[in-house]
């Protein structure tokens, strides 16, 4: 249950808990190189799939749930296109991450999505602030962010230690004050 509701909807998605049954969706793109090129995960064994959606299946029972990993499923179908989260590593503030299939790419989708959880983090769990770090090579990422209201806030060097030498992030931020459904 999202947030003690079934599911989030946008115009053409479906964002929902987890389940087994997502694994195989859940490993295709999360196996993909070009998918995983700007994540700090992946290309992902079988078994980091695996891994992955037990842990979203176990945070949904949580005492006080921080962690919302969430499939993305286009209305009408059951196939799992993504996965999408908000994670509270810090108080109020709440972390933002987004991956689709590549095959879902460049129709909106992520543009669409965004808002949802935006609506979603600041009316149902109180968050001040939702921040966003991206690869700074992820310029489509980026683009989301800041067609959804969110603000570039910091450059962070060499950050992603998952690449030799490191590769920078950038850090977007959303204030609750700010955001407008």
Known sequence: M????EMLKTPRMVLRDFTPADIDEVHAYASDTLVTRF???GPNTRAQSEAFVQRAIDATAAPKRQDYSL????????AVIGGCGLHNPNH??????YVFAQRYWGMGLATEMVPALMDFAFSRL????VWAP??????ASARVLEKCGFLLEGLLRQDRLRWPGGRDTKVF???ASDWTL
């Open 134 to 139: 991206v690869d700074a090579a992820n310029v």
């Open 173 to 175: 931020g959303l204030l």
């Open 2 to 5: 999202v947030g003690g509701e």
């Open 126 to 129: 109180g968050a001040r602030k």
């Open 92 to 97: 109020d503030q709440w972390e933002l991450g």
């Open 39 to 41: 994540t700090t995960f």
């Open 71 to 78: 499939a993305i499923e286009l209305l009408g179908s059951s």
